[in-house]
Protein backbone atom coordinates (compact mmCIF):
# COMPACT_ATOMS: atom_id res chain seq x y z
CA UNK A 1 0.00 0.00 0.00
CA UNK A 2 1.08 3.58 -0.42
CA UNK A 3 1.13 6.97 0.99
CA UNK A 4 0.59 9.74 -1.48
CA UNK A 5 1.24 13.21 -0.59
CA UNK A 6 -0.92 15.92 -2.12
CA UNK A 7 -2.41 19.07 -3.03
CA UNK A 8 -0.55 21.77 -1.31
CA UNK A 9 1.69 19.48 0.28
CA UNK A 10 2.84 17.81 -2.95
CA UNK A 11 2.80 21.40 -4.70
CA UNK A 12 5.84 22.47 -2.25
CA UNK A 13 7.27 19.38 -2.56
CA UNK A 14 7.28 19.83 -6.67
CA UNK A 15 8.50 23.99 -5.52
CA UNK A 16 11.95 22.78 -4.08
CA UNK A 17 12.80 19.50 -5.38
CA UNK A 18 15.95 19.11 -6.96
CA UNK A 19 15.52 16.21 -9.49
CA UNK A 20 19.39 15.49 -9.30
CA UNK A 21 19.60 15.25 -5.43
CA UNK A 22 16.16 13.74 -4.74
CA UNK A 23 15.45 11.73 -7.70
CA UNK A 24 11.94 10.49 -7.24
CA UNK A 25 10.58 8.55 -10.04
CA UNK A 26 7.57 7.96 -11.97
CA UNK A 27 5.43 5.38 -11.40
CA UNK A 28 2.31 3.35 -13.84
CA UNK A 29 -0.26 2.95 -11.45
CA UNK A 30 -0.95 2.41 -7.75
CA UNK A 31 -3.83 0.45 -5.99
CA UNK A 32 -5.02 1.12 -2.80
CA UNK A 33 -3.85 4.35 -1.35
CA UNK A 34 -3.81 4.35 2.37
CA UNK A 35 -3.05 7.24 5.38
CA UNK A 36 -0.10 7.74 6.45
CA UNK A 37 1.59 5.83 9.57
CA UNK A 38 4.47 6.75 12.10
CA UNK A 39 6.97 5.65 10.24
CA UNK A 40 5.70 7.48 6.69
CA UNK A 41 4.87 10.41 8.98
CA UNK A 42 8.80 10.24 9.81
CA UNK A 43 9.60 9.67 6.30
CA UNK A 44 7.56 12.68 5.26
CA UNK A 45 8.88 14.96 7.78
CA UNK A 46 12.45 14.02 6.48
CA UNK A 47 11.90 14.76 2.81
CA UNK A 48 9.72 18.13 4.02
CA UNK A 49 11.66 19.33 6.89
CA UNK A 50 9.68 22.54 6.21
CA UNK A 51 6.36 21.32 6.75
CA UNK A 52 7.15 19.61 10.39
CA UNK A 53 4.90 21.87 12.30
CA UNK A 54 1.92 21.65 9.67
CA UNK A 55 -0.95 19.55 8.34
CA UNK A 56 0.75 17.45 5.50
CA UNK A 57 -1.84 16.40 3.00
CA UNK A 58 -2.39 13.25 1.60
CA UNK A 59 -4.24 10.99 -0.63
CA UNK A 60 -6.41 8.05 -0.05
CA UNK A 61 -8.80 5.74 -2.35
CA UNK A 62 -11.90 5.92 -0.29
CA UNK A 63 -13.51 7.72 2.33
CA UNK A 64 -13.06 4.92 4.68
CA UNK A 65 -9.74 5.30 4.75
CA UNK A 66 -9.56 8.90 5.90
CA UNK A 67 -7.73 9.54 9.14
CA UNK A 68 -8.28 11.94 11.87
CA UNK A 69 -4.46 13.20 13.19
CA UNK A 70 -2.73 16.02 14.35
CA UNK A 71 -0.76 17.51 10.76
CA UNK A 72 -2.54 15.30 8.61
CA UNK A 73 -5.54 16.20 6.34
CA UNK A 74 -6.30 13.55 4.11
CA UNK A 75 -8.45 14.10 0.93
CA UNK A 76 -10.68 11.15 -0.52
CA UNK A 77 -11.53 10.23 -4.03
CA UNK A 78 -12.42 7.08 -6.15
CA UNK A 79 -11.70 8.67 -9.43
CA UNK A 80 -9.61 7.46 -11.83
CA UNK A 81 -5.80 8.48 -12.35
CA UNK A 82 -4.05 8.18 -15.78
CA UNK A 83 -1.02 5.94 -15.80
CA UNK A 84 1.89 7.75 -14.38
CA UNK A 85 -0.04 10.23 -11.93
CA UNK A 86 2.33 9.21 -9.35
CA UNK A 87 5.83 9.59 -8.47
CA UNK A 88 7.54 7.34 -5.86
CA UNK A 89 10.16 9.06 -3.10
CA UNK A 90 11.34 6.95 -1.06
CA UNK A 91 9.97 3.41 0.71
CA UNK A 92 6.37 3.18 0.47
CA UNK A 93 6.07 7.11 0.57
CA UNK A 94 4.68 8.55 -3.34
CA UNK A 95 3.44 11.65 -4.15
CA UNK A 96 1.22 13.25 -6.86
CA UNK A 97 2.85 14.24 -10.20
CA UNK A 98 3.04 17.83 -11.35
CA UNK A 99 0.24 17.51 -13.93
CA UNK A 100 -1.98 16.00 -11.25
CA UNK A 101 -0.36 18.40 -8.65
CA UNK A 102 -1.32 20.82 -11.33
CA UNK A 103 -5.02 20.32 -11.78
CA UNK A 104 -5.69 19.61 -7.89
CA UNK A 105 -4.01 23.34 -7.49
CA UNK A 106 -6.70 24.65 -9.93
CA UNK A 107 -9.18 23.83 -6.66
CA UNK A 108 -7.43 26.26 -4.43
CA UNK A 109 -5.33 29.48 -6.70
CA UNK A 110 -6.67 31.81 -8.68
CA UNK A 111 -5.96 31.60 -12.47
CA UNK A 112 -2.85 34.03 -12.07
CA UNK A 113 -1.36 31.98 -9.42
CA UNK A 114 -2.40 28.82 -11.40
CA UNK A 115 -0.36 29.95 -14.06
CA UNK A 116 2.31 31.10 -12.22
CA UNK A 117 3.10 27.46 -10.40
CA UNK A 118 2.50 25.92 -13.78
CA UNK A 119 5.36 28.25 -15.41
CA UNK A 120 7.60 27.02 -11.98
CA UNK A 121 6.35 23.16 -13.22
CA UNK A 122 7.62 24.22 -16.85
CA UNK A 123 10.80 26.11 -15.56
CA UNK A 124 14.07 25.31 -15.19
CA UNK A 125 14.08 26.59 -11.36
CA UNK A 126 13.19 25.22 -7.86
CA UNK A 127 13.31 27.18 -4.70
CA UNK A 128 14.30 25.06 -1.59
CA UNK A 129 13.75 26.57 2.06
CA UNK A 130 16.98 27.18 4.23
CA UNK A 131 16.21 29.02 7.13
CA UNK A 132 12.52 29.25 8.94
CA UNK A 133 11.84 32.43 11.58
CA UNK A 134 9.29 33.54 13.41
CA UNK A 135 7.16 36.54 13.64
CA UNK A 136 4.61 38.16 15.24
CA UNK A 137 2.35 37.82 12.02
CA UNK A 138 3.67 34.65 11.44
CA UNK A 139 7.05 32.44 9.88
CA UNK A 140 8.87 33.42 7.54
CA UNK A 141 10.58 31.02 5.25
CA UNK A 142 14.28 32.07 3.37
CA UNK A 143 14.66 29.97 0.21
CA UNK A 144 17.36 29.68 -2.29
CA UNK A 145 16.98 29.40 -5.44
CA UNK A 146 18.60 26.97 -8.04
CA UNK A 147 18.51 25.50 -11.48
CA UNK A 148 17.35 22.29 -12.59
CA UNK A 149 15.84 20.87 -15.49
CA UNK A 150 11.93 21.36 -16.14
CA UNK A 151 9.58 18.79 -14.56
CA UNK A 152 7.31 18.68 -16.94
CA UNK A 153 6.83 20.99 -20.29
CA UNK A 154 3.60 22.62 -21.03
CA UNK A 155 3.24 19.92 -23.55
CA UNK A 156 2.94 17.55 -21.18
CA UNK A 157 0.19 19.45 -18.92
CA UNK A 158 -1.65 20.05 -21.57
CA UNK A 159 -1.83 16.30 -22.48
CA UNK A 160 -2.49 15.47 -19.48
CA UNK A 161 -5.49 17.46 -18.60
CA UNK A 162 -6.86 16.68 -21.66
CA UNK A 163 -6.26 12.91 -20.86
CA UNK A 164 -8.35 13.85 -17.41
CA UNK A 165 -11.25 15.81 -17.98
CA UNK A 166 -13.08 14.56 -15.13
CA UNK A 167 -10.89 15.48 -12.23
CA UNK A 168 -12.16 18.62 -10.49
CA UNK A 169 -10.00 21.62 -11.70
CA UNK A 170 -9.57 20.22 -14.98
CA UNK A 171 -11.58 22.78 -16.73
CA UNK A 172 -10.06 25.64 -14.89
CA UNK A 173 -6.47 24.19 -15.29
CA UNK A 174 -7.32 24.30 -19.09
CA UNK A 175 -7.70 28.16 -18.89
CA UNK A 176 -4.41 28.25 -17.36
CA UNK A 177 -2.75 26.36 -19.88
CA UNK A 178 -3.29 29.23 -22.66
CA UNK A 179 -1.05 31.85 -20.68
CA UNK A 180 1.81 29.41 -19.80
CA UNK A 181 5.33 29.55 -21.04
CA UNK A 182 8.21 27.30 -21.09
CA UNK A 183 11.56 27.81 -19.30
CA UNK A 184 11.63 30.52 -17.64
CA UNK A 185 14.69 30.80 -15.22
CA UNK A 186 13.42 32.42 -12.01
CA UNK A 187 10.24 33.17 -9.78
CA UNK A 188 10.93 36.79 -10.93
CA UNK A 189 11.27 35.78 -14.91
CA UNK A 190 7.89 33.85 -14.46
CA UNK A 191 6.29 37.10 -13.20
CA UNK A 192 7.63 39.82 -15.41
CA UNK A 193 6.28 37.54 -18.42
CA UNK A 194 2.71 37.02 -16.56
CA UNK A 195 2.47 40.77 -16.03
CA UNK A 196 3.70 41.46 -20.07
CA UNK A 197 1.58 38.72 -21.39
CA UNK A 198 -1.53 38.13 -19.23
CA UNK A 199 -4.71 39.68 -20.84
CA UNK A 200 -5.89 43.18 -19.42
CA UNK A 201 -9.01 41.71 -17.40
CA UNK A 202 -6.17 39.52 -15.11
CA UNK A 203 -3.63 42.67 -15.32
CA UNK A 204 -1.29 42.14 -17.96
CA UNK A 205 -0.21 44.05 -20.74
CA UNK A 206 -1.44 41.40 -23.78
CA UNK A 207 1.90 41.47 -25.13
CA UNK A 208 2.69 38.17 -27.74
CA UNK A 209 3.88 35.47 -26.21
CA UNK A 210 7.94 35.69 -26.09
CA UNK A 211 10.16 32.94 -25.97
CA UNK A 212 12.27 31.91 -22.74
CA UNK A 213 15.90 31.68 -22.26
CA UNK A 214 15.91 30.47 -26.19
CA UNK A 215 19.11 30.55 -27.72
CA UNK A 216 20.00 33.85 -29.80
CA UNK A 217 22.92 33.07 -31.89
CA UNK A 218 25.47 35.78 -33.04
CA UNK A 219 27.46 36.46 -36.19
CA UNK A 220 30.22 34.86 -34.83
CA UNK A 221 32.75 37.09 -36.82
CA UNK A 222 32.14 39.94 -34.35
CA UNK A 223 32.56 37.92 -31.35
CA UNK A 224 36.23 37.94 -30.82
CA UNK A 225 36.26 37.67 -26.81
CA UNK A 226 35.28 34.34 -24.67
CA UNK A 227 32.50 33.95 -21.98
CA UNK A 228 29.72 33.62 -25.00
CA UNK A 229 28.47 30.38 -25.26
CA UNK A 230 29.10 28.20 -28.47
CA UNK A 231 26.86 25.07 -29.80
CA UNK A 232 28.13 22.07 -31.34
CA UNK A 233 29.14 23.38 -34.02
CA UNK A 234 31.11 26.26 -32.70
CA UNK A 235 28.47 29.02 -33.10
CA UNK A 236 28.34 31.69 -30.91
CA UNK A 237 24.77 32.91 -29.23
CA UNK A 238 23.52 34.15 -26.04
CA UNK A 239 20.45 33.28 -23.62
CA UNK A 240 17.86 35.93 -22.56
CA UNK A 241 15.16 36.28 -20.31
CA UNK A 242 12.49 36.76 -22.61
CA UNK A 243 12.97 37.48 -26.30
CA UNK A 244 10.55 38.19 -29.39
CA UNK A 245 13.07 37.60 -32.10
CA UNK A 246 10.47 38.31 -34.77
CA UNK A 247 10.54 41.84 -33.90
CA UNK A 248 14.32 41.70 -32.83
CA UNK A 249 13.38 42.66 -28.65
CA UNK A 250 15.20 41.30 -25.84
CA UNK A 251 14.01 42.25 -21.81
CA UNK A 252 16.33 41.17 -19.22
CA UNK A 253 15.49 40.78 -15.55
CA UNK A 254 18.26 42.15 -13.42
CA UNK A 255 17.24 41.00 -10.13
CA UNK A 256 19.67 38.80 -8.18
CA UNK A 257 23.39 39.79 -7.17
CA UNK A 258 24.72 37.93 -10.10
CA UNK A 259 24.00 41.31 -12.06
CA UNK A 260 25.42 43.19 -9.39
CA UNK A 261 29.26 44.01 -8.61
CA UNK A 262 32.05 44.74 -11.11
CA UNK A 263 31.59 41.82 -13.08
CA UNK A 264 28.46 41.39 -13.26
CA UNK A 265 27.75 44.94 -14.76
CA UNK A 266 30.51 44.56 -17.13
CA UNK A 267 29.05 41.34 -18.42
CA UNK A 268 25.63 43.21 -18.63
CA UNK A 269 26.67 45.69 -20.76
CA UNK A 270 28.51 43.50 -22.95
CA UNK A 271 25.86 41.29 -23.53
CA UNK A 272 23.38 44.48 -23.94
CA UNK A 273 26.66 45.61 -26.69
CA UNK A 274 26.52 42.30 -28.44
CA UNK A 275 22.75 42.20 -28.90
CA UNK A 276 22.31 45.26 -30.04
CA UNK A 277 25.32 44.98 -32.80
CA UNK A 278 23.08 42.10 -33.76
CA UNK A 279 20.36 44.51 -34.42
CA UNK A 280 18.22 43.66 -31.42
CA UNK A 281 16.50 46.21 -29.30
CA UNK A 282 17.58 45.57 -25.64
CA UNK A 283 15.81 46.67 -22.30
CA UNK A 284 16.37 45.93 -18.71
CA UNK A 285 14.00 45.69 -15.46
CA UNK A 286 15.18 45.83 -11.63
CA UNK A 287 13.23 44.25 -9.13
CA UNK A 288 12.25 47.70 -7.76
CA UNK A 289 11.05 48.89 -10.92
CA UNK A 290 9.02 45.43 -11.32
CA UNK A 291 7.32 46.78 -7.87
CA UNK A 292 6.79 50.50 -8.95
CA UNK A 293 3.80 51.39 -10.86
CA UNK A 294 5.02 54.14 -12.52
CA UNK A 295 8.40 52.81 -13.06
CA UNK A 296 6.87 49.43 -14.64
CA UNK A 297 4.26 51.37 -16.94
CA UNK A 298 7.42 53.70 -18.21
CA UNK A 299 8.75 50.60 -19.10
CA UNK A 300 5.87 48.28 -20.31
CA UNK A 301 4.60 51.49 -22.45
CA UNK A 302 8.25 51.38 -24.61
CA UNK A 303 8.60 48.05 -24.83
CA UNK A 304 5.15 47.38 -26.64
CA UNK A 305 5.66 50.42 -28.91
CA UNK A 306 8.64 48.02 -29.90
CA UNK A 307 7.02 44.93 -30.11
CA UNK A 308 4.23 46.91 -32.35
CA UNK A 309 1.46 46.00 -30.00
CA UNK A 310 -0.77 49.28 -28.37
CA UNK A 311 -1.68 49.19 -24.67
CA UNK A 312 -5.48 49.62 -25.47
CA UNK A 313 -6.89 47.77 -22.06
CA UNK A 314 -10.85 47.81 -22.02
CA UNK A 315 -11.06 47.36 -18.68
CA UNK A 316 -11.77 50.78 -16.56
CA UNK A 317 -9.51 49.90 -13.53
CA UNK A 318 -6.79 48.36 -15.48
CA UNK A 319 -4.22 49.89 -13.40
CA UNK A 320 -5.40 48.99 -10.40
CA UNK A 321 -5.88 45.40 -11.63
CA UNK A 322 -2.07 45.38 -13.17
CA UNK A 323 -0.75 46.61 -9.65
CA UNK A 324 -2.74 44.19 -8.06
CA UNK A 325 -1.03 41.13 -10.56
CA UNK A 326 2.27 42.70 -9.74
CA UNK A 327 1.33 42.49 -5.80
CA UNK A 328 0.18 39.04 -6.05
CA UNK A 329 3.26 37.56 -8.10
CA UNK A 330 5.69 39.07 -5.63
CA UNK A 331 3.93 37.68 -2.67
CA UNK A 332 4.57 33.84 -1.05
CA UNK A 333 1.31 32.26 -2.80
CA UNK A 334 1.51 28.54 -2.05
CA UNK A 335 2.75 29.37 1.34
CA UNK A 336 -0.30 31.44 1.89
CA UNK A 337 -2.45 29.03 0.47
CA UNK A 338 -0.41 26.46 2.82
CA UNK A 339 -1.64 28.78 5.90
CA UNK A 340 -5.17 28.63 5.03
CA UNK A 341 -5.01 24.70 4.60
CA UNK A 342 -3.62 24.27 7.98
CA UNK A 343 -6.33 25.57 9.80
CA UNK A 344 -8.89 23.36 7.84
CA UNK A 345 -9.52 19.79 8.67
CA UNK A 346 -9.89 16.97 6.52
CA UNK A 347 -10.91 17.52 2.77
CA UNK A 348 -12.49 15.46 0.35
CA UNK A 349 -12.46 15.65 -3.34
CA UNK A 350 -15.78 15.60 -5.11
CA UNK A 351 -16.77 12.17 -6.63
CA UNK A 352 -17.50 12.65 -10.63
CA UNK A 353 -21.29 12.65 -10.31
CA UNK A 354 -20.14 16.20 -8.08
CA UNK A 355 -18.23 17.43 -10.31
CA UNK A 356 -20.29 17.52 -13.38
CA UNK A 357 -21.53 20.96 -14.49
CA UNK A 358 -19.84 22.71 -11.82
CA UNK A 359 -16.41 24.18 -13.62
CA UNK A 360 -18.24 25.71 -16.63
Not at 74 to 88: D, I, K, Q, Y
Not at 102 to 122: D, K, N, S, T
Not at 134 to 156: P, S, Y
Not at 340 to 346: D, K, N
Request: charged share 25%.
Amino acid sequence: MAVVLSDISAALYWEACNPRVARPHRVRLLDELRPPDARAISCVDAALPFLAEDKVHYLVSSQSKRHVANRVACHSSSMSFPPGSFFHIEDEVYVVAPELSFIQMARCLPLEQLVHYGMMLCGVYYRTPVSINEGFDGRHIKRRTGQRDALVTLEDLAFYVQSAPHLHGAAKAKKALRHIIDKSRSPMETSLAMALCLPYRLGGCSAPKPSMNAAIYLDSKGVIAGGVRRDSKGMPYLECDLAWDARRVIVEYHGDESHFGREGVARDVRKANLLRAAGYEYYALTREAFASTLKFWEFASKLMKSLGHRLQPGVTDFEKRNEALRKTLRNDYLHACRRRQCVQGQVRMPDEREVQGCEA
